[in-house]
């Protein structure tokens, strides 16, 4: 079904069941007040009709009387029924209805007659000694023809009712809809010529505008990210050229094996085997940043601490063989986030750190409140470069001539922005070198980054 069609039934049915229950309700009210007046009538003849003569006698006037064994007084062609009997007896209270004789309609008021009741008879007035029942009639046949008539007029009225409202429902639907269709023909369009480029007018601030302004944000991100992946892979084949490049001119070299010493075959297997190391690291990065934000770690309360003493661990492994101290102040603290993402980020900071500390230097790693801070004893960050430590591929002049893929920090930054905590870099006051703050979000009153 299309939303077309959901819009004009929604339409219909609404107007339907308003014309039903209003036709309905007229109905019912006009047949009460008929009804009603005819009752006030049959009330009113009863008044008339009866006197008292004493406490213990009740006199009346009737249209029939009818008594405990059947037998009615005139005769007449009323029948009698099991409820009029009940009443003749005792074993009900006065009852209104409605008989139909024939083709005629009538409405029937049966009074009840204690025992000892005075009535007119024949031979002037009657004493009853027994309970009896008094029956006021009178013809409704045309009353309930006008209902009828009633009923078929509003029947004509509500089907009337609805055929407009199917129309009215057809034209609002497409006066409704054609703005809709015309957003769905341009992003149609966008779909079509795969122009990212392209915007939608936003227009009034409605319900149609709000959808442009989204659609216009999805077009955004989606533009910035195929812009991203394309640049990934323009720097990672340019990353990847270079130790490429070094493998084939080893592996030519290799192939005068003869001619060379044992000494320089030594040397180009190291350099092959390192070159191969960076390949295979590069890939793992490239990996980690083309995952982008999704994890198959569940986000949970994690114990900040002890992802820093494992993480401190295996850089110490690193660490000695150029003896780097790591020192830590590490205090309780617990954070939400992915555990593989977190021990990620931490290494990649105490990575960074090991490499640029000079030998025999020392690195401080400090934990609170839900802050990790790595410093180190290196040359520091300049200030001109700072707006680009976290760039994919970005390496510093400084740093170009020592190995790495410029994509450890790009994934820290990536890791922190998931996790909705942040991360900053200053120079370390202490140490001389930089000093990177990750900051990360409490588990105690933060809520939980957004799961796959």
């Known amino acids: 079904m299309t939303f ?4 004009i039934t929604a339409t219909v049915g609404a107007a339907a069941i308003a014309v039903i229950v209003g036709s309905f309700a007229s109905f019912l009210t006009t047949r009460n007040s008929l009804l009603h007046s005819v009752d006030e009538s049959l009330i009113q003849a009863t008044h008339q009709s009866s006197s008292t003569l004493d406490n213990d006698r009740v006199t009346g006037s009737y249209f029939e009387l009818v008594l405990p064994s059947g037998a009615t007084s005139p005769t007449s062609n009323i029948p009698i029924d099991s409820t009029i009997m009940n009443v003749a007896k005792g074993k009900s209270k006065l009852v209104f209805r409605t008989i139909t004789l024939g083709t005629q309609s009538y409405r029937e008021l049966i009074v009840p007659l204690p025992k000892n009741s005075v009535v007119n008879c024949r031979t002037g007035v009657c004493q009853i000694p027994t309970t009896s029942a008094q029956l006021f009639i009178v013809d409704i046949t045309g009353q309930v023809t006008e209902l009828s008539h009633l009923f078929t007029t509003l029947m004509l009225v509500s089907a009337g009712g609805l055929l407009l409202a199917l129309g009215l429902g057809l034209f609002l639907a497409r006066q409704a809809l054609h703005p809709l269709e015309e957003v769905t023909d341009e992003i149609e369009s966008v779909a079509l010529t795969n122009d990212l480029q392209y915007r939608l007018v936003e227009g009034d601030p409605d319900e149609l505008g709000r959808l442009r302004r989204v659609f216009n944000r999805l077009l955004g991100s989606v533009e910035n990210s195929q812009t991203l992946q394309r640049q990934l892979v323009i720097d990672a084949s340019h990353e990847l050229r270079t130790p ?51 994890s198959e770690g569940a986000v949970e309360a994690l114990s900040l601490d002890d ?12 660490a000695r063989i150029r003896d780097i101290t790591i020192d830590t102040d590490i ?3 617990t954070v939400l986030g992915r555990r593989d993402r977190l021990t990620r980020a931490i290494s990649n900071l105490l990575t960074n750190a090991v490499k640029f500390t000079p030998v025999g230097g020392r690195i401080m790693v400090s934990t609170a409140n839900a802050t990790v801070t790595v410093a180190d004893g290196g040359p520091g960050i300049r200030d001109e470069d700072r707006p680009f430590i976290f760039d994919r591929f970005w390496r510093s002049p400084s740093a170009r001539s020592l190995p790495g893929s410029g994509l450890g ?33 409490d588990s105690s009153g933060a809520s939980e980054p957004d799961g796959d």
Not at 4 to 7: A, F, L, S
Not at 413 to 419: D, F, S
């Open 331 to 333: 205090k309780s603290s």
């Open 244 to 294: 490429l490049t070094s493998l084939r001119t080893n592996a030519q070299v290799l192939s005068r094996a003869a001619e060379l010493s044992a000494d320089e075959l030594r040397q180009i297997t190291d350099d092959m085997v390192t070159q191969v190391d960076e390949l295979a690291a590069l890939v793992t990065d490239l990996g980690e940043l083309a995952r982008g934000e999704r």
């Open 307 to 318: 992802c820093v003493d494992e993480c401190v661990e295996t850089a110490r492994t690193y």
């Open 4 to 7: 077309r069609t959901r819009v």
């Open 409 to 441: 920090l790009a994934i820290v930054a990536q890791v922190v922005a998931e996790l909705h905590g942040s991360v900053t870099v200053e120079r370390d006051p202490r140490l001389g070198g930089a000093r990177f703050t990750l900051t990360l979000p």
